[in-house]
């Protein structure tokens, strides 16, 4: 359907993002494996960042950093029981006091009472609790626990079932989400619109329904490029992952990875059903004439590259996400930006989209604005880091990347530098190669600088037993959870005798007119 465009009105904003889809599915595009028709087509008329990496390879840090622009080490937000503090703006509070309406659809793991954020509306409840019961305790570094933390059953149960908890609201998500848009494009808000829309597959368990489980039957989904590695050739954290998805109790065969790896390409394939008809909804409405669509992910899957599974890592498979921004005029479609960017990009990329001065911004951001190179200038250089805090850790870790080179530094374990260029696997640990001593002084200049690792890691320390303390205390008697719930005023929906029957006839109708 054709709509002449408004080019006097602000833009709207849809933001679809995902949960743990891996950069490396994505690194031009969709891979040729995956059946995503629609994700394909909007890749297509998108600026693409080929080189994206996520701010922390874990769900809460993650997007607390994703909504901020700021890295987990200023958010406080340090992992999937951290609090995110009310008094960080984001996007959506800029975006509102600059005449947004915003709205949030789906999971985005917010700990604490405040489960808005700057969110006019929130559609939908979490997945997952609001409260600090998912503290890791670093005062017992090696401890699993076993209510919460992941194991590998995702993966030796992996494959295709009617419906499972995350497909269930997934379904709910679309569905809302869908049902705002219509509502939008009634024009009874005049403002323009920040949609976000957040799916939580393809995050495991790797479990999917049945006619996108068919869609993969024959098709050559590659093996993990590095197979398990034996003990003595791991690094001390990925030994340590190995403990925290407690591996030995699992024997996980070739078969267990194929099909933990073809759900995870069918859950793709769902999502990119509803991500179809969320954009189908935006095209029939004429919404899609001045709407720009981000497409985005929290964090990676490692999918058993080097026997590991989700995140918390920095490889590759963890690390790099996919993003995209599609504008309504066609800017950049199909161009691909190859420097090193940061999801933590997306923040101030939007406030150029919507107008918002520097000047008004409060915290200066930790990402920065796409727009330049998005309107075609050269990149700049820049160092693009991510942190990680959590289970599975001992010490505070950050990666820095730059150019061609990944440095991994945590005070616990040797240091870690790879040239992505000649070794994109990350088999090859150039740190004690004097070839390459110059590029290891350099970065460990950037950390000296930027970092203050033991005040960091004292921090951490005593925000995870606050809130342990807090936590055990909330437990006992009376118990009152902080999971947002989303309400629905009955008396003003569809038909009521205090309204008139014509008027409510003819202002829900899209389009206005009957063709």
Known sequence: MSHAPEP?????????????????FWQDGPAAFLDVPHLRALHERSVNCSSCYTPSPLCTPARASFVTGLLPSTTTVYDN????PSNLPTYAHYLRRAGWYTALSGKMHFVGADQLH??????????????????PDWQRPLERVDWWYHNLSSVTEAGVAHTSNQLEYDDEVAYHANARLLQLARRQDERPFCLTVSFTHPHDPYTCRPEQWARYDGVDIPAPNTQELDAAERDPHTQRLYGAVDAERFTVTDAHVAAARRAYCANISYLDDKIGELLSTLEATGLGDNTVVVFCADHGDMLGERGLWYKMNFFEGAARVPLSIAFPDGRGAGRSLDAPTSAMDVVPTLLDIAGVKSEDVVIPFDGRSLMPMINGAAPTERVVAVEYMAEGSVSSMVMLREGNYKYIYCAADPEQLFDLASDPAERDNLA?????????????SLLECGWNLDALDADVRENQQRRILCYEALREGRYTPWDHEPRQTAPDRFMRNHLDLNEVEAGSRVPAQVS
């Open 8 to 24: 006097s009105r602000p833009p709207n904003i849809l933001i679809l993002m995902v949960d743990q889809l891996t950069g490396t």
């Open 81 to 84: 029981a951290a609090e995110f």
């Open 118 to 135: 700057g969110f006019e509306d929130r559609l939908t409840t979490d997945i997952y609790p609001a409260d600090f019961g998912w503290t």
């Open 432 to 444: 004690t190669d004097p070839a390459c001593s110059d590029v290891l002084k350099h970065f460990q």
